[in-house]
């Protein structure tokens, strides 16, 4: 009946993509309905302290929750706002800096239909999934056997258990309670390990430094990939960690044109970088 339906073998799969993007939105529709406005939850003392402690006012909207389109009617309803009073009863209004902690859907269009290869059987690790973006849009988006989220917060692993029951991921996905420094194995066999902005807002600089040092001696697998939001020379550069990068990956150029849809954030893409290790 289907193949009757569909021209080509093209059009069916971009209807099944473009229904994997409105499963994924429905997973947004949920989470957003079980979380406050900024999704943070009050266990996430370091974070939110470290936002606070930032010397320009800065928001908190979870890419993955709030596209442009939510963000635009939040502000109309006056929920949201994306500038603030520079001088308090004045028009003076300057932008608001927008931190995200998850990667918009667009982030994980371009990961996993340009970024990697076929997943094919293969194992990827997500450390600090948090939400379970990088989990279900792998699950949607790619062949991956096995979907690893390692997750320190609790609550954020009950959420994340909650959406793999609700959208029968169970198959596929599991969510590991853990500090990632206390996951060697699984780091050692993961074919692809992806860190978008882990350690930064959530640890202080010495645990940061540990915790790299952890990852470069367990991310071994010769030609595994690692995927990192911002570039490891960024992350490094602030810390006094001992990892000879050198010695340990190769960066894959990335070609960020060929995301072709319309809502394109090139910023946000060019912030992702890819390596092989050696
Ligand atoms: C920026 S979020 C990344 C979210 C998700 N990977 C994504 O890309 O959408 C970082 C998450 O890492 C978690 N995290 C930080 N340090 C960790 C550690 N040592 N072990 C496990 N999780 C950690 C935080 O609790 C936070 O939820």
Known sequence: MLAARFENSDDF???V???????????AEDLRNRLPIEAMFTSE???????????LPMI???????DD???????EEGKMSRSYCTECGSYKTASLEFISHSFSLMELKFLYQHVLPDLTGKVVVDVGSRLGAVLFAGYLYSSASQLYGVEMNADFCQLQEMMITKYEFIDRIKVVHADICTQPSLLQKADVVVMNNVFEYFLDKQEQARAWEFI????????????TV???????????????LSQWVEEV??????????????????????????
């Not at 389109?69 to 502000?75: A, G, I, M, Q, T």
């Not at 001696?217 to 595994?224: A, F, I, L, P, T």
């Not at 150029?253 to 050696?278: F, G, P, S, T, W």
């Open 230 to 244: 911002p570039s490891l020379e960024e992350s490094l550069s602030k810390l006094q960690a001992d990892v000879q």
């Open 45 to 55: 003392h370091q974070a939110v302290q470290k936002i606070h402690q930032h010397p």
């Open 17 to 27: 993509v473009s229904n994997n993007d409105v499963v994924l939105r429905n997973i």
């Open 216 to 227: 470069a001696c367990n991310v071994r697998k010769r030609g595994s990939l690692l995927v």
């Open 13 to 15: 799969d971009e209807l």
């Open 253 to 278: 150029q990335l070609n960020y044109d060929v995301y072709m849809e319309k809502d394109i954030d090139r910023e946000a893409l060019e912030q992702i970088h890819l390596y092989k290790i050696l």
């Open 69 to 75: 389109d939510v963000v635009d009617s939040l502000c």
């Open 60 to 66: 908190h909207v979870d890419a993955f929750l709030y």
